[in-house]
């Protein structure tokens, strides 16, 4: 079964602002690491439910999974909710960021 990966506002916007932060630091650092991310969310194309619950998990109402992006303590984090036949990227976190707090995240995306 194939699953339909819809990136949701806050995802798109922490795309963007992750991608402008390290643009200001490698022009051709930033092109690699979007190229890593683009394929990594498509990857969720398939078997999206292989990857392990997100660490906030619990605090939320419904499953939130984890795919990591990168090495180490540099890999960023792709959380996703599945549902039905779609996938839903609700956030990409840099390494250093909090865990997604269910008070301050958008809750439409859930």
């Avoid at 932060?21 to 078997?47: D, H």
């Avoid at 549902?83 to 958008?106: F, H, N, T, Y």
Wanted: with cysteine; net charge positive; aromatic share 8%.
């Amino acid at each position: 079964m194939r699953y339909r990966v819809i990136i949701t506002d806050p995802a798109d916007e922490n795309f963007r602002s992750h991608f402008r932060w390290i643009t200001e630091r490698s022009l051709q650092g930033a092109e690699a690491w979007r190229i890593r991310i683009i394929e990594a969310i498509r990857s969720l194309e398939i078997a999206p439910d292989c990857h392990a619950l997100a660490r906030e998990s619990a605090a939320f109402p419904v499953e939130i999974r984890c795919l990591l992006c990168g090495k180490n303590r540099s890999a960023f984090r792709i959380l996703y909710q599945i549902k039905d036949d779609e996938v839903r990227v609700l956030a990409i976190r840099r390494p250093s960021q909090d865990l997604m707090d269910p008070g301050k995240e958008s809750g439409s995306a859930l």
